[in-house]
């Protein structure tokens, strides 16, 4: 059987082209992914059933043991961290905030370590965006900054921009140029028409050069900053200002580097005073699949996008004291419970090693690096594979993700609910 | 009036407490009913601390509160306070003195981030180091710190006076990373060096009087200001060209490279 | 089977003729009927005030853009927080607040039935979401057209049927209630950075005018027999001299529905400047009403400005990036393919500024020139013009002379001279209050007929009992007394359920979401169209069969079926 249309739920370039080949109840082909979501769908190292750690070693338990002790160790916590969220559904983290303001805890997805820096931009200047389609359709310059897309979201050039014949762009490879900016050569800047290649942590005095051009000042910028020389910078600022329609992209390099945010917010500004020249957009190119999604569900309903602390019954937000990062670093929680993300391979040792001495429950479909810190496992249908749900892709358009086949695994969402329940019934704080 | 509160210790001293409720006027008599927050629970003060109360006052601007123990991980001390003192004979948590419109709050050690976020008025004095947000502003407002003074004898973090719209901010020791940055008022003085001062600055006065790296390429260069105590020679740039280029920033030493 | 009696209501329920009798309504089940037997839950109104539910016909809660504006404004989340009580949610927000923060303010204010302002059919699927967490109101959404492309392919080939069976597919796919234009044409325009001016400019590549587009989706809105009229954000909106547009719109719309207006327009007094720029901009008000009176085929919306902080949203593009040259402010901009565009900026409406004084007076002047309430409805296009939580201060203004009287003499000087509120009279009554907040919105979106906005036998049971008494209150002096009863009611009923009582919430509360369907003969099905899905699947980016939104997006379905006559 072929399922048609699938959309995959590997990173948020959400391609929703893809035809999975099922029998027997297992995945046997996938036709259009690109190699991340292909392996998505063909891996199948899952865990049988719920399992606890015990001092002789794994033991099995049952679902309900498992979903009570939870449900008992989130209730007992003063400061209990729900972390994760980014490879799961909207339904499911819609019930993990529910979940959270109910116990009074932290509630934190992978944005925190990822884009982050990009939304604190956004609130202070905003958004200058659109849907993919428009670039697709419109775009004669694109611009990727500090990100590596043939690797990390490998079928974007080909769907929305490098390669994508759109409405008014009819042969893209010959009309659209590519602007890419590194410290290194890869295979993305490759394919650059123009490679700006500056110094590690030169980004926020390059981004703040090309503005100065844009808005007539070239004259106050030295002659080289951070490795770019004016004449490229001056050249850049030029072919921006005359493009038709500019799409600008970008990634960790500029939100992991020094000034995070402050890095963002320059090139939300540059895209906004090239804005009085002529049309540009900007979109963060998010990495998994439903991270934003985790952002929009959380915002409708606390009012932030993420790190929501309910410790005192209404929505606190402050990125740096309610991060998930760093609560655990100063040692702040007793307790975790991790959703659909693997922290123990992403977070910084200081963090992990708190995750050593406080419970900490996972609900994950695999075995990872967080097994190793987890007192409780319960496996999770895969959403997008064997569970249904929303999903929001890199530019806001949500999508509603298939379930090609039934392993008989509750999906997160079911399990969330019912420890809610649980708590509910049972009275707490 | 001195109201002496001395953290008793913790089973889990790492579990934050949000103390908004420690404000001189706040223990005006009858001081009763006062609860602070320990993680997701309620508390009542005295759990936390031990009370210590000498003399009595008749309004907020004859209390003083004193705080011994550890408090490294209290929280919001301060909040909103309009008259009379605080005095922390150690460290002290995030967010003291937010809000403060008038009084002072005195810390002889260490103070954690956001200290003075969004200050109106008094005075802050920290004998150590500020971490953080010193002085700064809240997520997405325009104007941070808008007045009153806030002084630190030590460094300070990152984005120390974020913000900032009035009143002076003093650091005595190095900055870290980008003080003053999207400052539109106000004066931010740094004795120590730091790192890629005032970006988007449109107005106010930062004064660097060790040295600068990183110098942001899009600052106009305007002339020398003479320093007085001392008469060092500042260099001047009139804002930052990205932006609308207003505002002054006054450096000693200064360098484009990291 | 859950009956209840509400005794002792002084009624107002213009759909039926009651201007104000003391009576019992008695519900069952969620619907009014004749009586209940004596074992029936009871809720002595004693005497107050009772009107049917407050219905909004266009506000900004759910979806895309809004949670964007949530989202890039943390200082108005933490401006508008209140805790976990109860059954209730936490919740923040001022002007942009979260669902449940929406939800339980319009409950308290006993509003009932909800028309999102603004839906793209690609997004449709987070309106959807939001509107699930919307729970104690009803829900519409009026879907975006303005910049569709196989729209503006089938206007341009002056093939009304076509455009109608696109609207129809879409709709059903977007689950959407009713046609939206904004600012048509100028959101394709926008996403090259430009506009258009006017009603008669063509928008690039097109080969279309704003006035071809309107004028073809209003014949095609009653081809298709909905239950709402085309819903215009007119183009030029904010632009002093823009009234001669909106005429010019209003001129467009021919008299085709014996039930409803042929044209509805919104958030007018962003739509009645005079002048030719900010420095001579004044009220046209006068005109604007003037062209509403003698056109019983238009129905309009105030759009209130109220002075004080809040978040401007719309699907107009281009304006709210003029707002952002104009006031620096952060913005942010959302162009959706093939279908529409929209801009977010925060703003503040200030006593000192000459033209936002002007822009106050324009909506009241608008309410009080325009003869028929039936014609001119409360709402401050929340948040845009201020949030909805201001209404009971817009209700009072109208009651009261002396109250605007007060007003305006706080005013900047210089507003005076180009503004006539100082010169007219007249205050609104109760029954035209009831009209304007519910009964003229039922009529106008074409949804009394399954029982809103009225309470006689066989309506929903959606009731709101206002703390006032209208006998002993003389509104013209005690406006103080008016807003505060409208702000809080003593009871907020819903589908027969009390869900407030004197502002507390007291269910958790599940709606439905009211959207229309018009069934089209088969050769006119766009599922079916070779050209049309060719042209989806090239130029869109999902894929034509995940595009529609599933039915369990919905928590409960209310489809208004409709037979197109094409």
Known sequence: MIVKDVICPFCAC???????????????????????????????????????????????????????????????????????????????????????????????????????????????????????GQVKNRADVVVYWGCNPQHAHPRHLSRYTTYADGFFVHNAFKERKVIVADIRGTD?????????????????????????????????????????SREQLQRIADLCKKAKYGAFFFGMGLTQTAGKYKNIRNAIELVDELSRHTKWTLTPMRGHFNVYGFNEVCTWMTGYPYAVDFARGLAFYNPGETTAVDILARRECDMCLVVASDPAAHFPAEAVEHLASIPVVQLDPFPNLTTAFARIQIPVAVSGIDAEGTAYRMDGVPLRMRKVLDRGCPDDASILREITRIINDGGGP | MRVILTARPRKNPFIPVEAETIVPARFLPPMEGMTVAVGNRTRPLTDIFEVAVEGNATDAAGVEVVLRGDNSRLKRIGEYMEAGKILVEGDIGMHCGNFMKGGEIEIRGNADGWLGREMRGGRILCHGSASHYCGSGYRG???????????????????????????EVIIHGDCGDMPGVEMKGGTLTIHGSCTRPCGNMTGGTCTVLGKVTGMLPTFLRAGTVTWEPGGVILTRFEGDVANRGKGTLLAREWQYTP | MTELLVKNAYVIDPLNGIRGEVMDIAVRDGWIVESVKDGAEVIDASGLLTLPGGIDSHTHICGTKVNFGRYMMPEDMRAGRTARRGVMHSTSGYSVPTTYGNSYRYCAMGYTSVLEGAMAPLEARHTHEEFAATPLQDTMANTLFDGNWPVMEAVRDR??????????????AAKGFAIKLTNPGGSEAWGWGRNVQCIRETVPHFGVTPAEIIETLIRANELLRLPHSVHLHCNNLGVP???????????????LNPDRQSLYLTHVQFHAYGG?????????????????????????????????????MTADGPMEFNLYRLHHNKWSNHDVELETASGIIPVYYSRTSVVNCVMWAIGLELALLVADPWQCLLATDNPNGGPFIRYPEIIALLMSRRYREEELATLAPGTLSRITLPALDRELDWHDIAVMTRAGQARALGIRSIGKGHLGIGAEADIAVYPLRVDETDPSRQYQDVIRAFRKTAWTVKQGRPVARDGEILVPGVNKTIWAQSRVPAEFDMGKDAEFAKNFDRYYTVRMSNYPVQDLYLQRSLCMESEAQL
């Not at chain 1, 399992?51 to 049952?62: D, L």
């Not at chain 2, 808008?146 to 719209?165: I, N, P």
Request: include cysteine.
């Open chain 3, 241 to 255: 001299g823009n009234y001669t547009c909106t005429i010019g719109s209003m001129e467009l719309a021919p008299d």
């Open chain 3, 159 to 172: 093939d009304v049927k076509r455009a109608a069976a696109i609207v129809a597919w879409t709709l059903s």
């Open chain 3, 276 to 312: 030719t720029s900010w420095k001579d901009i004044c009220s046209k008000a006068e005109p604007v009403a003037h062209a509403v009176n003698r056109r019983p085929q238009i129905t309009i919306d105030m759009g209130q400005m109220m002075f004080g902080k809040t978040t401007t």
């Open chain 1, 14 to 132: 959400l391609c929703d082209d893809l035809d999975v080949h099922v029998e027997d109840g297992r995945v046997t082909g996938v036709d259009n992914a690109c190699d991340l979501g292909s392996h998505k769908f063909m891996t199948d190292h899952r865990l049988e059933g719920p399992i606890r750690r015990t001092a002789s070693g794994w033991q099995e338990i049952p679902l309900e043991e498992a979903i009570r002790e939870t449900a008992e160790l989130l209730e007992a916590a003063e400061r209990p961290l729900l972390y994760g969220w980014s490879g799961t559904c909207g339904e499911a983290q819609s019930a993990g905030v529910h979940l959270a303001e109910r116990v009074g805890g932290v509630i934190d997805a992978t944005t925190s370590v990822c884009h982050g820096p990009s939304i604190l931009a956004i609130q202070e200047v905003g958004h200058p965006g659109c849907t993919l």
């Open chain 2, 141 to 167: 407002e325009k104007h941070g710190m808008r007045g009153g003074v806030l002084e630190v004898k030590g460094g300070s973090g990152d984005f120390t006076a974020e913000y900032l719209a009035g009143g």
């Open chain 1, 188 to 228: 993305s800047t490759n394919l650059a028409d123009e490679f700006i290649r500056l110094q590690p942590g030169g980004d926020y005095a390059v981004l703040g050069a090309l503005r100065a051009m844009v808005r007539g000042k070239g004259s106050v910028v030295p002659p080289e900053v951070a490795g770019v």
